[in-house]
């Protein structure tokens, strides 16, 4: 599977069930079976980003072309709640850790993110903002921020407060990933830069740690409770310590697409399948 960035690729955390866009189409993937399943958008507009609820129960998308739509659907494929607030494409979308908001990031001359609920607007009623604080991260070109919305409850739309982060020299970098830290490491916030480098954030958006990953580039990032993935160029994927960035290992690259190597033989030579050669 190839995808334009790690906003296009989602699994759903629990059944392993893995979700990318192909145009206007979501092809679900059975990995076990191998087996296929679509959602099949009737705007016919191409899906940009997609992302499962943290129970697995739904997926919201993002679209691209003038004025598209975010969308939840149910894991069958029934749309259940729609919104529109962004004028040229969505670049990604998330869920929040309870499932009750999503947040979208629109294209970069769109200049939007948006914060709604979704429960509200699937069951017909005016979009409002929760009634506790919420925070998210976005990145981009040279910059780093901490969103939050307003601990209000109103009917109306209310303006998000964004603070940047410092990020002392590496604050005109362009960073392409981003992601929350998880349990003890909760209030951290782990980005990553196109040119190959992972940068730590306190409670107080200050830059704690930086390491660089030995790569060309890099692209997105994943978190758990004691691990930082890093998805780098050419396949390769760094694994760090998310408590002081230490690095762990490097995942092994799979073979090529096509190779079968062979039980190893009495002399303990493998062969290539497909060209017969010794490895």
Known sequence: ITTTGGSTL?????SGLIAYPAGCVIVLLHPETNKQTHIIN???KTFSAVAFS???KHLVTGE???????????VDGAQVAEVQSHKYGVSCVSFSTNSCYIVSVGFQH???VSVWDWRVRAAGNSPEAGSANHSSRSVGLRYQADVFSPCVQVNSTVPLIGRSGLLGDHKNSVFSGVACGRGLMASNTYCITSSGL??????????????????ASASCLS??????????????IRVF??????????VQRPHHLGVNLMPITPDRYKYCKHAGEIL
């Not at 989602?10 to 629990?14: H, I, L, V």
């Not at 409770?225 to 050419?234: H, K, P, Q, R, T």
């Not at 310590?241 to 490097?250: D, E, F, G, K, R």
Request: hydrophobic share 30%; glycine share 6%.
């Open 10 to 14: 989602t699994s759903d955390p629990n």
């Open 42 to 44: 009737t705007s016919r």
């Open 54 to 56: 943290h129970d697995g």
């Open 64 to 74: 691209s072309g003038h004025l598209p739509c975010v969308r939840v659907w149910e």
């Open 110 to 112: 769109d200049m939007t």
């Open 198 to 215: 992972l940068c730590l954030l306190n409670s107080s958006r200050q830059l704690e740690a930086w390491v660089h990953l030995k790569t």
């Open 223 to 236: 978190i758990t409770e004691s691990l930082v993935f890093c998805g780098c160029a050419d396949g390769v």
């Open 241 to 250: 310590n998310p408590s002081n960035l230490q690095y762990i290992s490097t």
